[in-house]
């Protein structure tokens, strides 16, 4: 037994003896140890348990069968990895669950896992105060200039539980009637997974400040998600740089997953707040969908992308809080959904429906958007989609009834979308234009609307000759449309009420908000619980950096590549501007921290007025490329007649360009010239370095081949989405590096990066 739980366990077996006599059914106290199998209810000796994952998934610590069994963990901590492991590394199953009935887990931390706890197979289990932070997390390619297409997450396909590639915090398959409260995981990627799980209830948790998903549904239906704390789930996003979100998010609703209730939830600064899409099936016959789930009362505000997005499917979107966000509400194909009660304030685009039918927007709050509303229908359909091979998709039948509408530049941009009526008092104060209409609008009807601008139509005489405006009485048009607001029940019918017992899960007054407190490092989200320093703005060679972390004060102890650096000590927060010196390639700030407790971002603890130190550091290296693309055939093809495709860069190419950076995303031509499938990309730069070990990383997508002086140092040479590859060299004085690329079709990538390790 380890020492660490020799006395606790001393002191559990006394206790136990003394009240022998009053409980003669407690159960037993146990240690932990690889490969035990629990069959009946029983305590767990608290304490830490140094218990390394195996390297399958198959291959669980501790096993869990039976029914009826509690089991009592005490707080005892499961520990996978060692210090020295990146998350990245993470392995293995600390707990599993199966093929069992009324089984209860509290009072477990576990960490270092690729996944804390499965359950499979398992009606009635509940998980309570339970935390599985700092689990297995990817580290992130991207930098605060660039995105890396390598970062973005799919979780499309689950049918043979590929999710768990990603790994979890808690990862559930097939269980019936699950309840899960008080979950803690923070410092992970994903937190609670679940597969096929039907009636279930999750509620009072706080995953948040993890990188890729807080809870997720695939093939899961008649849930409730309420009242969790499910912020900062978020990648991908650079303030003032991109915001792409890479498909992470709050809440995600995959597969065929209906009749839910989403309620009470605050899922902030998440690269989706919320993020509903039918799944694979419906794509491919257009039957089914993630259909009549109710989303209520939620904040999803500060969403790098769209605070809701619901596509190809029907539901009800109410009294959403939806603030700072790319896309308020995005609902692509979306039909006879009810979006109502939203706040809706300072987006890019309010609600955005493309090819959408038989929705009705009624009674929201829009201000400070560019767009209020944008309806509209594309021109053609993809090829490979069974939805629109098997439906009508064109965009119709909309009500628009009781907005408000207040400095909202376009409250309107409505084209190629037939059967509109705003009606019914809508109100419109302080707009540049009031409706955009690029395309014709079959029967549209504006009318009994509050308008303080009447002049201000936008181009009203081309609007009005493409477009029927009718002030006559609806009644008959309306009589005919189908899935309106007159036929869609009250809000008062379909509203949850919160749980007697859940919390008030939205951020409270004073902490951070806003998309610029989405600060994302290699490994994620930071979660304002550690020192940190962050690059805020670079003019000339002023450099402006944002500290922040908890009470206490900073001082600086040194630096490296800057002349001058101001102010050199204060308290969080703090602003501090700092002077390159133009003749350094290394940038570094050493600084300290002293004050209220510290965790770091691997989940070690400083108690409070420990001398913490952080640091920030920049490798600016500038590399002149010459790329060179040509276009190949059968007889130059890089996978059957590679030396043919070699010798293409000894003829002239079909484009070239000269850039101190290689940073390619190609989603059509990279060259006019150029076909946007089947080319080859040649790269090289000739350089000089100071000494040093430097690593090297290289996403593509499709085929690489990175040389250093003629020796071939990467080969990922295949047909392969974006993947980054990685290499250790040691350099000095004077170099050439050289990179052969591929792409076979679709989208393509090719990003470089280096950085210096010591």
């Known amino acids: 037994m380890p020492r660490s739980v020799l006395l606790p366990f001393l002191l559990g077996l006394a ?98 896992y690729k996944v804390a706890v499965m359950a499979e197979n398992t009606d009635s289990l509940l998980i309570e105060r339970c935390d599985l932070s700092y689990n297995y997390r990817q580290r992130l390619q991207s930098t605060r200039e660039r995105e890396d297409l390598s970062d973005w997450l799919s979780y499309h396909n689950n049918e043979a539980d590929e999710w768990l590639d990603y790994g979890a915090a808690l990862y559930l398959k097939n269980c019936n009637a699950a309840t899960v409260r008080h979950l803690t995981v923070t410092g992970g990627q994903n937190g609670l997974m679940i597969s096929r799980c039907d009636n279930g209830l999750f509620y009072n948790n706080s995953i948040h400040f993890n990188s890729g998903i807080g809870i997720g549904l695939y093939r899961s239906s008649n849930n409730r998600v309420m009242h969790n704390r499910l912020d900062w789930n978020v990648r991908g996003y650079s303030h003032g740089f991109y915001s792409r979100g890479q498909d992470s998010a709050g809440i995600l609703c995959y597969e065929q997953s209906s009749n839910n209730t989403f309620a009470f939830n605050s899922a902030t600064h998440s690269g989706d707040g919320f993020f509903l899409w039918a799944g694979q099936s419906t794509m491919d016959s257009g039957e089914g969908g993630c259909n009549d789930n109710i989303i209520f009362g939620n904040d999803f505000s500060h969403a790098p992308t769209n605070g809701i997005e619901v596509t190809f499917s029907r539901n009800i979107l109410a009294n959403n809080r939806l603030e700072e966000c790319t896309y308020g509400v995005w609902g692509g194909y979306s039909f006879g959904t009810l979006i109502t009660g939203n706040t809706i304030c ?19 709050y829009f201000a400070g958007d560019n767009i209020g509303i944008q309806l509209w229908e594309r021109a053609s359909q993809p090829e490979d989609w069974g939805f629109s091979q098997a439906r009508d998709v064109s965009s119709r039948n909309y009500e628009i009834q009781h907005n408000y509408f207040v400095d909202v530049k376009i409250p309107l941009k409505i084209s190629g979308t037939a059967k509109v009526a705003i009606n019914d008092d809508n109100q419109f104060y302080n707009f540049e234009k009031l409706l955009v209409a690029e395309q014709p609008n079959p029967q549209f009807f504006l009318v009994k609307n509050d308008i303080c601008q009447p002049d201000k139509w936008g181009d009203a005489a081309a609007f009005k000759n493409k477009n029927r405006i009718s002030e006559a009485p609806l009644q008959e048009e309306l009589e005919a449309w189908p899935g309106l607001a007159r036929d869609l029940a009250p809000v008062e019918a379909f509203e949850p009420q919160p749980l007697p017992d859940g919390v008030d899960a939205l951020l409270p007054e004073g902490r951070p908000r806003g998309r610029s407190f989405i600060l994302i490092d290699e490994w994620g989200p930071y979660d304002f619980l550690r020192p940190s320093i962050w690059l805020r ?222």
């Not at 029914?67 to 707990?95: C, H, M, T, W």
């Not at 390639?585 to 770091?600: A, I, N, P, Q, R």
Request: hydrophobic share 35%; glycine share 8%; with cysteine.
């Open 537 to 758: 703005d670079v003019k000339d060679s002023l450099y402006t950096f944002l500290l922040l972390g908890p009470q206490g004060n900073w001082r600086l102890n040194g630096s490296q590549g800057f002349i001058s650096v101001n102010p050199k000590t204060g308290a969080f927060p703090a602003t501090v501007s700092a002077l390159r010196d133009s003749a350094s390639e290394e940038l570094k700030l050493e600084l300290e921290f002293t004050g209220e407790e510290v965790t770091s971002q691997f989940g070690e603890k400083w108690k409070r007025g420990a001398n913490v130190p952080f640091r920030f550091y920049r490798f600016e290296k500038e590399l002149d490329w010459n790329v060179r693309f040509y276009e190949y055939t059968e007889n130059t093809h890089p996978l059957s007649n590679y030396e043919a495709f070699r010798q293409l860069k000894e003829q002239k190419p079909d484009a070239e360009e000269q850039v101190r950076e290689l940073a390619y995303a190609w989603w059509e031509k990279p060259a006019p010239k150029i076909n946007a499938d089947r080319f080859a990309t040649f790269a090289s730069t000739t350089f000089e370095i100071t000494p040093g070990q430097y690593k090297v990383s290289i996403t593509s997508d499709d085929g690489l081949r990175f040389y250093a002086d003629g020796q071939l140092v990467i080969g990922h040479w295949d047909i392969h989405e974006p993947a980054t590859d990685e290499a250790v060299l040691e350099l000095s004085g004077r170099h050439t590096f050289e990179i052969e690329h591929f792409e076979a079709g679709g989208f393509a990538t090719l990003s470089f990066h280096m950085e210096k390790l010591k």
């Open 346 to 364: 300072e987006c890019q685009h309010g609600v955005a429906i493309e090819h959408g039918q038989d929705n009705a927007i009624i009674r929201n």
């Open 15 to 112: 206790i136990g003896l003394a009240s022998c006599h009053s409980q003669p059914t407690q159960a037993p106290f146990l240690s932990l140890q690889a490969g035990l199998l629990i069959t009946s209810s029983t305590t767990i000796v608290p304490g830490a348990y140094d218990l390394p994952g195996a390297d399958s998934l198959g291959q669980p610590l501790i096993v869990i069968e039976g029914n009826d069994i509690v089991v009592d963990f005490s707080g005892a901590q499961l520990n996978g990895a060692s210090k020295n492991e990146r998350p990245d590394e993470y392995s293995g199953v600390a707990v599993l669950v199966r093929n069992s009935r009324h089984v209860t887990i509290r009072n477990l931390k576990a960490r270092g």
